[in-house]
């Protein structure tokens, strides 16, 4: 099953040459889950090969670097035949805004959107392999994060032991034991799925902050995060203004992920006051966390595969 995050926009509140508003593409096994949605994330998506096949938009505040680019992607949907409901996932008390945002230019899309106000601790998607949970995250307005959480998957097959130790045929009966079914052989003994089927191996884990302050709430949904993408707008040198606009810097997101046991850290929504140069932020970052830190660029593909795999 293929996971794979694409930055489609990666700068603080104001664009520059290189860096779009925030917006994140998650494509897990074809479904396509667009978080946060800045001005210019439909081009952002032609230019780096996204394809427009979104399900569901997850919103993680209402400022404008993280929603203006919601009329344009919706009208040139409905301008290309878009017959597929879209359901858009925002803070609670905001449905009213996205739904006037929608209408802007005394327009109404021509295919069925579907707003759903969320909370955080909320189980917001759900299907049968993975869902998508809101978390509490601290910034200027009512704001959440999103975590997408796979399901456990199966232990192994311990195939040899099958054949050679209990006389499994092999055959349908593999299938039902790797499944969790209970199987009776011909000679009446029945097996169990412990017997041949290892420990349930975790799924995998994304998580995304937009914009916050450090918190707790973090830490603990990113618990053993595969890739966990944090609001890194201010190196140290910023710290004061960072308290004050309620984001973070670098070194708190990396003591974040630290805290979390995370594999992996992006640092995103980087300030244009630090130009082409935002390596302070990820130096910073290193420092308190052992794992992968990077800056995450616009156009930028991060493939996550199986652990341990």
């Given at each position: 099953?293929?996971?794979?995050?694409?930055?489609?926009?990666?700068?603080?509140?104001?664009?520059?040459?290189?860096?779009?508003?925030?917006?994140?593409?998650?494509?897990?096994?074809?479904?396509?889950?667009?978080?946060?949605?800045g001005?210019?994330?439909?081009?952002?998506?032609m230019?780096?090969?996204?394809?427009?096949?979104v399900?569901a938009?997850?919103?993680?505040?209402?400022?404008?670097?993280?929603?203006?680019?919601?009329?344009?992607?919706?009208?040139?949907?409905?301008?290309?035949?878009?017959?597929?409901?879209?359901?858009?996932?925002?803070?609670?008390?905001?449905?009213?805004?996205?739904?006037t945002?929608?209408?802007?230019?005394?327009?109404?899309p021509?295919?069925?959107?579907?707003?759903?106000?969320?909370?955080?601790?909320?189980?917001?998607?759900?299907?049968?392999?993975?869902?998508?949970?809101?978390?509490?995250?601290?910034?200027?307005?009512?704001?959440?994060?999103?975590?997408?959480?796979?399901?456990?998957?199966?232990?192994?097959?311990?195939?040899?032991?099958?054949?050679?130790?209990?006389?499994?045929?092999?055959?349908?009966?593999?299938?039902?034991?790797?499944?969790?079914?209970?199987?009776?052989?011909?000679?009446?003994?029945?097996?169990?799925?412990?017997?041949?089927?290892?420990?349930?191996?975790?799924?995998?884990?994304?998580?995304?902050?937009?914009?916050?302050?450090?918190?707790?709430?973090t830490?603990?949904?990113?618990?053993?995060?595969?890739?966990?993408?944090?609001?890194?707008?201010?190196?140290?040198?910023?710290?004061e203004?960072?308290?004050?606009?309620?984001?973070?810097?670098?070194?708190?997101?990396?003591?974040?992920?630290?805290?979390?046991?995370?594999?992996?850290?992006?640092?995103?929504?980087?300030?244009?006051?630090?130009?082409?140069?935002?390596?302070?932020?990820?130096?910073?970052?290193?420092?308190?966390?052992?794992?992968?830190?990077?800056?995450?660029?616009?156009?930028?593909?991060?493939?996550?595969?199986?652990p341990?795999?």
């Amino acid at each position: 099953m293929s996971l794979r995050v694409t930055f489609l926009g990666t700068s603080g509140a104001v664009p520059t040459t290189d860096r779009a508003p925030s917006a994140i593409f998650i494509n897990r096994e074809g479904d396509g889950l667009l978080f946060d949605c800045g001005e210019g994330t439909q081009r952002q998506m032609m230019r780096f090969g996204t394809g427009f096949d979104v399900t569901a938009l997850f919103i993680t505040h209402l400022h404008g670097d993280h929603i203006l680019g919601i009329p344009g992607l919706v009208q040139s949907w409905s301008f290309n035949g878009r017959e597929e409901p879209l359901t858009i996932y925002t803070p609670q008390g905001t449905g009213h805004d996205i739904e006037t945002l929608l209408t802007v230019g005394d327009y109404s899309p021509a295919f069925p959107v579907e707003i759903v106000e969320i909370s955080a601790g909320d189980v917001v998607r759900e299907t049968d392999e993975y869902e998508v949970r809101a978390f509490q995250t601290h910034h200027q307005t009512n704001a959440v994060g999103y975590a997408l959480v796979e399901d456990d998957r199966p232990g192994r097959f311990d195939r040899k032991k099958a054949e050679e130790e209990l006389g499994i045929p092999p055959g349908p009966a593999y299938g039902r034991l790797h499944a969790g079914e209970a199987v009776e052989l011909d000679d009446g003994r029945v097996i169990e799925p412990e017997e041949v089927v290892g420990k349930p191996r975790p799924g995998r884990k994304v998580v995304y902050t937009g914009d916050t302050r450090p918190v707790d709430a973090t830490v603990e949904i990113a618990d053993g995060a595969d890739l966990l993408i944090h609001d890194a707008t201010f190196a140290a040198d910023n710290d004061e203004r960072a308290r004050k606009t309620a984001h973070s810097t670098g070194g708190e997101a990396g003591e974040i992920a630290a805290r979390a046991g995370a594999d992996r850290l992006a640092l995103t929504h980087i300030s244009s006051r630090y130009g082409g140069d935002p390596s302070p932020i990820e130096r910073e970052a290193d420092a308190a966390f052992d794992g992968e830190a990077f800056i995450a660029s616009d156009g930028q593909t991060v493939e996550l595969p199986y652990p341990n795999e």
